[in-house]
């Protein structure tokens, strides 16, 4: 039996699986470039809207839908980029990406037992790790781009060039630019087992209040920066020298004393949590080099803590909207 649609209703889009299944894809598209996942979110519903705000003929006259998406949704992050320059001279204390939690975290962490959607998640691997996202932050937004859409989800720099809105010699300099950038920061390998063990001994030393194992653990040079967004008590300027560190850290200790801190994956390493009456309140991620912490990033901003204690609120998929007057709209249409 089939079930017809009522007069004035959009008849079902055959192809509607097959856009909606590029949701992920986007999401991890938009985190990656924006550092952000309430932003990504946002720019994958203004994606889809802008998808949904054209006739079926004009759906129809796009030979591949996932292309037009990631396009689109690139257009949008680098303008997103461009303006967060401007908003991020306002904020309050450092910037830092938003942390995610693993997988497994992601879904049991939810009150009630609520799960999210695998739609949702960020595939956590290297790039997306904190010390990879920060330099990122360093590069402008069309380096970011171009690296990220190139070395990243390996597209070619023909199709970066449609996105970025040069040349693909051009984006092939920028991508250049940003891969040198990243090889200036990256820090020795140390492997996973070895980095947990580094963060548990912390956690150890920082409960037990041993000074000396602290300072022990610390690159001598070592540098950490809170991200509280305006937090009261949050640090507003990064913290450098591995002593300097301590000294704050053991200030913060009275604040401190009825926080929880367990380990978790943070941004896929090895970090921490501090958590107040079983709600996460501060997440820790660590960059580990020669068997010492050379950076600390503290996120305590609740706004970037919502993967960790609430349900991130999904748009919906499908909002029909009138069509829109959008400059990019035409060249978006003949795409592909």
């Not at 802008?50 to 292309?67: N, V």
């Not at 790790?129 to 390996?154: C, G, I, K, Q, W």
């Amino acid at each position: 039996m089939t079930t017809q649609p009522e007069p004035g209703e959009r008849p079902l889009d055959p192809s509607l699986s097959a856009i909606t299944s590029e949701r992920r894809r986007l999401i991890n598209l938009a985190y990656r470039l924006l550092g952000s996942l309430s932003e990504a979110e946002d720019v994958v519903q203004e994606t889809y809207a802008r998808w949904y705000a054209m006739t079926r003929q004009q759906q129809d006259d796009i030979a591949s839908p996932g292309a037009w998406l990631s396009t689109v949704a690139g257009r949008i992050c680098l303008n997103v980029l461009t303006s967060a320059r401007a908003r991020r001279e306002t904020y309050v204390g450092e910037w830092i990406p938003e942390p995610l939690p693993e997988a497994t975290e992601w879904i049991s962490g939810r009150p009630g037992g609520i799960t999210v959607d695998p739609a949702d998640r960020v595939t956590l691997d290297e790039s997306v790790n904190m010390a990879f996202l920060v330099v990122l932050e360093s590069m402008t937004p069309a380096e970011r781009v171009a690296f990220v859409l190139h070395d990243v989800f390996r597209y070619s720099f023909a199709e970066v060039a449609e996105i970025v809105g040069r040349t693909p010699a051009a984006c092939r300099q920028l991508a250049s630019s940003a891969r040198r950038r990243i090889r200036a920061a990256r820090a020795s390998t140390t492997p996973a087992a070895r980095q947990a063990r580094i963060v548990r001994e912390f956690k150890q030393a920082w409960e037990a209040k041993d000074i000396d194992a602290l300072v022990a653990l610390l690159d001598p040079g070592a540098t950490a920066t809170a991200d509280g967004g305006g937090v009261a008590g949050a640090l507003l300027r990064p913290v450098e020298g591995a002593e300097r560190i301590v000294r704050s850290l053991v200030q913060l200790e009275g604040r401190l004393r009825d926080l929880t801190f367990l380990e978790r994956t943070v941004n896929g390493r090895p970090g921490l949590i501090a958590q107040e009456d079983g709600v996460t309140v501060s997440v820790y991620a660590f960059e580990v080099a020669d068997d010492r912490i050379k950076h600390i990033w503290a996120v305590r901003n609740p706004d970037k803590l919502r993967s960790w204690t609430a349900e991130p609120q999904r748009p919906p998929l499908e909002t029909p909207a009138p069509p829109q007057q959008d400059p990019d709209m035409d060249q978006e249409r003949r795409l592909r």
